[in-house]
């Protein structure tokens, strides 16, 4: 029952994070809340099956928010280093 929600929040987080720009902080606490969603619920589940063993549809969920999870943090890290190599212009028409 622990993995279904887990599941069930990281399916929620990864869409929040895919349909919106939000705040840095709240994109902090949403990342934080992955990561420990993903350390402390779905990898020992994956590593040990838990009680039972995962269902193959879940096993398929689960292999998708992760890949969901790794395209969100590669375009926020195309974000980031465009943001760091950004630098301002003034523009002729712009006045002093």
């Known amino acids: 029952m622990q993995l279904e929600t887990a599941i069930k ?24 809340e992955i990561d420990d969603l993903l350390k402390s619920v779905i990898s020992p589940a994956i590593k040990s099956g838990g009680s039972l063993p995962l269902e193959k549809e879940t096993k398929v969920r689960i292999g998708n928010l992760i890949s969901e999870i790794a395209a969100l943090e590669q375009k926020l890290q195309i974000k980031a280093r465009a943001l760091d190599t950004f630098v301002p212009r003034k523009n002729s028409a712009d006045p002093v």
């Open 9 to 32: 929040r990281l399916d929620i987080l990864v869409g929040q994070l895919s349909a919106t720009t939000t705040a840095s902080s709240d994109l902090s606490e949403a990342w934080t």
